[in-house]
């Protein structure tokens, strides 16, 4: 095999036991509160975004709390941007003047993030981008995203690429040698002709595993949402990523190397309809579709990291807060058919999905049946059965209509009852069926 597989696989045990992480996306874009992308969108030019430096109070910012929610949800890593696309460093860079001590909050908001995550348990990772729009030898005019990319006044401007190469790895070397252990790295993003080398990305990763000999990295080196890289090849690069990132959806089938050998992989999705915070964003998703889309990732074999951007008072939208809680409270009866978990042997049932740890499979009920609970074809496979919530005994049955079915294993929740509606918990009711 490979090495750079057979390493992958020894580094991300952790990560794919993992299954639940907690993205953050803050920086001095939530003043303006029109997403993260805002200088880009809006073709802002530098002189008129950098003065939000100067209202970055992050004045209620306690990555304590932020630490907590996300141990409450059942969350088991967090990634915060360090630094995003538009250059503002959330700690304190010396090759930058654009970062948080040179903010009116002085302080170094990444340091900080880290010390309170680790003080939880929480693994952590930084968010870096590899694309930085208010550096003067980034492309600007005819790149694909600057704000200044049809700006004509920019036209003739010279710039050093491999300048900007060297700051960038400088950046990246700060984080990896500053601030102790980091779990996880993930890099942000490539495009067009903007990939592997052209950010020296071999390079860069040597560095990178020379400091942090264990992080593990995202695909993006090498591509983004749109393109997964050589992390799906039988032969990937050194730069190919341990995990492949997909963006704002679950992949049908999971994702697979090309001989169809699964690979890690992480859903990254908000919990309204951006990354940063956005004042009139309010399309926030339900608990029950967050604790769908944990369930779905997992019985795919992939994780789930789940957006929240805070304002720039470093306050987690409420809104944001309650439905964490609510994961949470379904989180601390039904964990364990999610850590630890991935893809069952037995196929996709019709009421809902299974995640399977060794010998245990997880039924996640989320369709109310008429009659039994159909576990198919796995009569005489079955040890015993649980309600993970309470642990309760479920029994299998034998009910008269059901002779003629007997491939099949099926039960009643209550086995005095011969129907199963309503569900239990009508988000998704997990049985653990503990099999021979
Ligand atoms: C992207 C975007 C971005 C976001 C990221 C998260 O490709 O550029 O703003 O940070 O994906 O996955």
Redesign the pocket.
């Known amino acids: 095999m490979n090495q750079n597989i057979i390493d992958r696989n020894r580094r991300t045990k952790w990560y794919t036991d993992a299954r639940f992480g907690m993205?953050i996306?803050w920086g001095i874009y939530s003043i303006p509160a029109r997403g993260?992308?805002v200088r880009s969108v809006e073709r802002i030019k530098k002189e008129d975004y950098d003065g939000f430096i100067n209202e970055f109070y992050a004045k209620n910012y306690n990555p304590k709390e932020w630490a907590k929610l996300a141990k409450k949800a059942g969350m088991k890593y967090a990634v915060l941007?360090a630094k995003?696309?538009d250059g503002f460093c959330l700690y304190d860079s010396k090759v930058s003047d654009f970062n948080s001590m040179n903010a009116p909050c002085k302080r170094d908001l990444v340091k900080e993030f880290l010390e309170a995550f680790r003080a939880e348990g929480i693994k952590v990772g930084l968010?870096f981008s590899i694309i930085d729009w208010r550096h003067e030898d980034f492309p600007h005019y005819g790149d694909l995203h600057h704000p200044m990319r049809d700006n004509e006044e920019y036209k003739d401007r010279k710039h050093n690429f491999n300048r900007y190469l060297e700051f960038m790895h400088a950046q990246v070397k700060e984080l990896v040698t500053s601030y102790g252990k980091l779990d996880l790295m993930w890099f942000?993003?490539s495009y067009a002709d903007m990939r592997c080398e052209k950010w020296k990305a071999k390079e860069l990763m040597e560095m990178v595993r020379t400091y942090q000999p264990d992080i593990i990295c995202d695909n993006r080196l090498e591509g983004?949402?749109e393109y997964a890289g050589t992390i799906r090849s039988l032969n990937p690069s050194s730069y190919a990523g341990d995990f492949a990132?997909p963006?704002q959806m679950i992949p049908p089938e999971g994702i697979r190397d090309e001989a169809g050998n699964p690979i890690p992989w992480e859903a990254?999705i908000t919990l309204n309809n951006n990354?940063a915070y956005h004042a009139h964003d309010k399309h926030f998703k339900s608990a029950k579709l967050v604790i769908r889309m944990l369930v779905e990732c997992v019985s795919k074999n992939g994780n789930l990291i789940l957006n929240v951007g805070p304002n720039a008072a470093g306050e987690i939208p409420k809104e944001s807060v309650e439905i964490l809680e609510e994961v949470g409270e379904w989180m601390k009866y039904n964990e364990k058919s999610i850590t630890g978990c991935g893809l069952s042997e037995f196929p996709k049932p019709e009421w809902g999905r299974f995640t399977q740890r060794g010998k245990f499979l997880y039924a996640h009920v989320m369709e109310e049946q008429v009659g039994a609970i159909c576990l198919n074809n796995m009569a005489g496979k079955i040890k015993k059965l649980r309600l993970l919530k309470d642990n309760s005994e479920i029994l299998l049955t034998n009910y008269w209509n059901l002779k003629e079915y007997s491939e099949h294993a099926f039960f009643f929740f209550d086995s005095k009852a011969s129907d199963c509606y309503p569900l239990p918990d009508e988000i998704d009711t997990v049985v653990e069926i503990e099999l021979k």
């Open positions: 993205f996306h993260e992308w941007t995003h696309h968010y942000d993003f983004s949402a990132s963006e990254c990354w």
